[in-house]
């Protein structure tokens, strides 16, 4: 069995950054196009961005410039580098691999 698990999260203040991981057991990254979502309280979850296996990106419109999406095929990690944080980014952030269920996700809170 897959099993994903998020850390990196945290409370930030608007305009700070923060770094997330993602490791997962069991399944490689690097075979599958992977990505990170979030989930805002009340809201549906929504996709902040991808990653293919030949490392080309995608972003959500909003994160654009703002959030990097890398990964690191020897270490099996995923991350999500998010800079210039905005209230409205607040959520919980979940990284999601095809082969896998969703992980517990890690808690974003930007204060304004």
């Known amino acids: 069995q897959v099993h994903l698990v998020e850390s990196g999260g945290g409370l930030v203040q608007a305009g700070g950054s923060l770094r997330l991981s993602c490791v997962a057991s069991g399944s490689p990254f690097s075979i599958y196009t992977t990505g990170w979502y979030r989930q805002a309280p009340g809201k549906a979850r929504e996709l902040v961005a991808t990653i293919t296996p030949e490392g080309f990106t995608r972003y959500a419109s909003s994160m654009l410039g703002r959030f990097t999406i890398s990964r690191d095929d020897a270490k099996n990690t995923l991350y999500l580098f998010m800079n210039s944080l905005k209230p409205e980014d607040t959520g919980v952030y979940y990284c999601?691999?095809?082969?896998?269920?969703w992980g517990e996700g890690t808690l974003v809170t930007v204060s304004s």
């Open positions: 999601h691999l095809p082969s896998a269920d």
